[in-house]
């Protein structure tokens, strides 16, 4: 069946219907995005790839997250093309992930490439997941490590910049994610703000998982947890609206805040105990929640509920936080990929205080990278 309509600013040119083993599926062939005007701006075909960009594909993260999207768990059916980008003394592990993802046969996979130029891996992606960084030593004075990432995220922002879409969707994983995606986004001239955000759905995801162990219901029941600022050891974990099957958690736990403060030990401790236990640090855990937070800034949250995510914050300064930072805050994503903020939510002065302590912190990290941005950030 052949089917032709406009709907706001989207005009389909043809959907094809068709049975599978579930009950009916429309199939998205071709679709022209229009402006305000109805001018045509962009064509987009089903049968194009997406084309990904994973920084760090070899480092353990990305070589979970490449797998994974390569078998369509971000996409689905959809066709991708990884481009996998590595240090240079890296390039041989990653010749190697590209040799298994060529022996698993993805039916979805339409190709990949990996390189250590930045500008080429770059080139036309329409998502982008940064998540090679240099990781905090214990003899690396903060300012120093700091610096070292933003060097590293200032030229990706740029190449991005160049090179990609002007619809690209950048996700920076890469520690300090906030502070590195401020980089990247003020390196990033011809995108937006809105073209950049920074993980903090690990936690999130942590605090639904331990919340599902403590009361014994399913992970997918439990809704509107926030978290406020930043990944770190000073992030601020909000169960105050969570909901479990639609009613209060205060229902079924007696004491609120006793059980934040239990949430905020367990998921401060988590990467550090997973790294003692296991001999590396988190990995599919991550991956999972990168790719949860992108499905999400994608195709939209779920009804009912908000994600915690870092953004730039914008001008109108919600809750008090001022522009110039990327900060976590309690998101919705509406069908177009718009992240909006939710708003006026009663805050009890402890979350309010602490959410202030956190900013602070994001401004000074902010502050030591201005010599690599020439205050230009």
Known sequence: MILNFQCEKFYVI???VFKTHRPIELQLIIVKKLDNDGNLLLTSS???????????AAGQIGYVLTFRIANGDLFGNRKVFLHLLELKPSMGMLEAV??????????N??????TDDVKEACRNVDVAFLIGAIPKRANV????YLERNAITFKEQGEALSKFAKPTVKVLVVGMPANTNCLVALCAAKNLK???????????HNRVVGAISKRINIP?????????????????????????????PLSDYLSSINNVSKELTAIIESRTNTVMKMRGAST???AANAALRHMHDWLFGTAPGDFVSMAIPVPDSAPYGIHPGIVFSFPCTVNEKGEISIVEDLELSDEIKEKIRENEQIIRNEAQMTADVMNGKC
């Not at 089903?46 to 760090?56: A, E, F, K, R, Y």
């Open 219 to 247: 992970p997918e029941e439990i809704k509107r947890v926030a978290v406020w600022g930043n990944r770190s050891s000073d992030q601020v974990l909000d169960v105050s609206h969570t909901t479990v099957n639609g009613k």
């Open 14 to 16: 043809v959907l094809r």
């Open 46 to 56: 089903m049968s194009d790839p997406v084309h990904v960009l994973i920084t760090g």
């Open 109 to 114: 996979l339409a190709g990949v490439s990996g």
């Open 98 to 107: 590209i040799m298994e993802l060529n022996d698993c046969n993805f039916p």
């Open 283 to 285: 990995a599919a855990s």
């Open 141 to 144: 004075p903060i300012q120093a």
């Open 193 to 203: 703000p809105e073209n950049f955000c920074a993980m903090t759905r690990l936690d």
